[in-house]
């Protein structure tokens, strides 16, 4: 692996805080100079912006083009998409406004689902120092600039891991269900290579459900966080139930509004491109 530069010009859709503080990743920091390095794969990058260029630079496993191309779903025309997603009403128009630079990253799937496993009901500063450790205790060292930074571990490095040691993490009752899903995807009881060639998504869902720590919101979340990218999922939290009914269901009683009933508005409202919509609605909502 080397260190490699990649100066992407006039992008559009692509704002760094958008992009990393939108909840679909936790290995992203913010620098003191506005920066943001993370950690993906077997790279790590440092992606900054000065005026109408996003600069990117680390050590990348592969070519650097390539591999942002990739990881930033660089490809997707996100300025269709919002035209497209604008039209449907104001709010959803106010929400493209504030959170006009989000970008559906694609993360790879083993990550993503056990990232989204220690994220139950946990917050996000809580979730990244376990992460942090997990990767330090397990994963590969890589040195940029100086500093030392740790991959994802993968199932193999995970083989032997206890419970107990988990633990010492901070994992608290998520140490099992990550033991237990390492455990499944090693036995191919869940084959995760078959899953990405799966076009069926409600086929894939389902076998993410059989996986220790997986519920239906983390399920969505792995389907649209992941590199499975269905943009069709409409991941459900709290934030999102509160949006969809201060907006579009208006109960007095937020709590009483249902999973299906969110879903079927969702579908119809937004149809394919309803992850998307998601994000929007979920970042404007949380973060104005």
């Given at each position: 692996?080397?260190?490699?530069?990649?100066?992407?010009?006039?992008?559009?859709s692509?704002?760094?805080?958008?992009i990393?503080?939108c909840g679909?990743?936790f290995r992203?920091?913010?620098?003191?100079?506005?920066?943001?390095?993370?950690?993906?794969?077997?790279?790590?990058?440092?992606?900054?912006?000065?005026?109408?260029?996003?600069?990117?630079?680390?050590?990348?496993?592969?070519?650097i083009q390539?591999?942002?191309?990739?990881?930033?779903?660089l490809?997707r025309?996100?300025?269709e998409?919002?035209?497209?997603l604008?039209?449907?009403d104001?709010?959803?128009?106010t929400?493209?406004?504030?959170?006009?630079?989000?970008?559906?990253l694609?993360?790879?799937l083993?990550?993503?689902i056990?990232?989204?496993?220690?994220?139950a009901?946990?917050?996000?500063?809580?979730?990244?120092g376990?992460i942090?450790?997990?990767?330090k205790?397990?994963?590969?060292?890589?040195?940029?600039?100086n500093q030392k930074?740790?991959?994802?571990?993968t199932p193999?490095?995970l083989?032997?891991?206890?419970?107990?040691?988990y633990?010492?993490?901070?994992?608290?009752?998520?140490?099992?269900?990550?033991?237990?899903?390492?455990?499944?995807?090693?036995?191919?009881?869940?084959?995760?290579d078959k899953?990405?060639?799966?076009?069926?998504?409600?086929?894939?869902?389902?076998q993410?459900?059989?996986?220790?720590?997986?519920?239906?919101?983390?399920?969505?979340?792995?389907l649209?966080?992941?590199?499975?990218?269905?943009?069709?999922?409409?991941?459900i939290?709290?934030w999102?139930?509160?949006?969809?009914n201060?907006?579009?269901?208006?109960n007095?009683?937020e709590?009483?509004?249902?999973?299906?009933?969110?879903?079927?508005?969702?579908?119809?409202?937004?149809?394919d491109l309803?992850?998307?919509?998601?994000?929007?609605?979920?970042?404007?909502r949380?973060?104005a």
């Amino acid at each position: 692996m080397r260190e490699q530069k990649y100066i992407l010009e006039n992008v559009k859709s692509f704002e760094l805080k958008d992009i990393f503080d939108c909840g679909q990743c936790f290995r992203w920091n913010e620098q003191k100079k506005g920066s943001y390095i993370g950690v993906f794969g077997n790279n790590v990058l440092n992606v900054k912006k000065q005026e109408n260029k996003i600069v990117f630079e680390g050590i990348c496993e592969k070519d650097i083009q390539e591999t942002v191309e990739d990881y930033f779903d660089l490809k997707r025309d996100y300025e269709e998409i919002k035209d497209k997603l604008s039209k449907i009403d104001h709010n959803m128009k106010t929400s493209i406004e504030y959170g006009q630079g989000i970008r559906i990253l694609n993360q790879e799937l083993w990550e993503t689902i056990i990232s989204f496993i220690i994220s139950a009901n946990n917050n996000i500063p809580r979730i990244k120092g376990i992460i942090e450790r997990l990767s330090k205790e397990y994963g590969n060292e890589i040195e940029y600039n100086n500093q030392k930074y740790y991959t994802f571990p993968t199932p193999e490095q995970l083989k032997d891991v206890t419970v107990e040691e988990y633990r010492k993490l901070g994992l608290g009752f998520r140490d099992v269900r990550l033991y237990e899903t390492t455990k499944m995807i090693l036995e191919k009881k869940v084959d995760l290579d078959k899953m990405k060639k799966n076009e069926n998504t409600m086929e894939v869902r389902e076998q993410l459900l059989t996986l220790s720590g997986v519920g239906p919101k983390v399920a969505d979340c792995i389907l649209l966080f992941s590199d499975l990218k269905r943009l069709e999922v409409f991941p459900i939290d709290v934030w999102v139930r509160r949006v969809m009914n201060d907006l579009y269901i208006k109960n007095e009683d937020e709590n009483k509004v249902s999973k299906k009933q969110i879903e079927k508005i969702a579908q119809e409202k937004f149809g394919d491109l309803a992850g998307l919509a998601q994000q929007y609605l979920f970042y404007w909502r949380r973060e104005a």
